[in-house]
Nanobody
Framework: QVQLVESGGGLVQPGGSLRLSCAAS????????MYWYRQAPGKQREWVAT???????SAADSVKGRFSISRDNAKRTMYLQMNSLKPEDTAVYHC???????WGQGTQVTVSS
């Protein structure tokens, strides 16, 4: 069974950058939209960004202009470039392919001075 594995999280100061990766352990094809979500302690899961099979992207207003989503189908990997990070971006970030019921375990991002 294909698994999704996130990486790239960590501790960063406000204003810093991180690049998250979401790697698939097997082929999931390029026909599915892929998503990033995040969940902060005590809060509901929040949609962050989506990239469709054709490469169209969308992002939540809270991250628009700071985060960018991309994918490399040949490497079976999706990315989330996060710039100008704020303390309120602190959360566990999960990637997923809802159409296939695939979700990763998540990677922690902490923005703090």
């Amino acid at each position: 069974q294909v698994q999704l594995v996130e990486s790239g999280g960590g501790l960063v100061q406000p204003g810093g950058s991180l690049r998250l990766s979401c790697a698939a352990s097997g082929s999931i094809g390029s026909a599915y939209a892929m998503y990033w979500y995040r969940q902060a302690p005590g809060k509901q899961r929040e949609w962050v960004a989506t990239i469709t099979s054709s490469g169209s992207t969308s992002a939540a207003d809270s991250v628009k202009g700071r985060f960018s989503i991309s994918r490399d189908n040949a490497k079976r990997t999706m990315y989330l470039q996060m710039n100008s990070l704020k303390p309120e971006d602190t959360a566990v970030y999960h990637c997923g392919v809802p159409a296939l019921g695939l979700w990763g375990q998540g990677t922690q991002v902490t923005v703090s001075s």
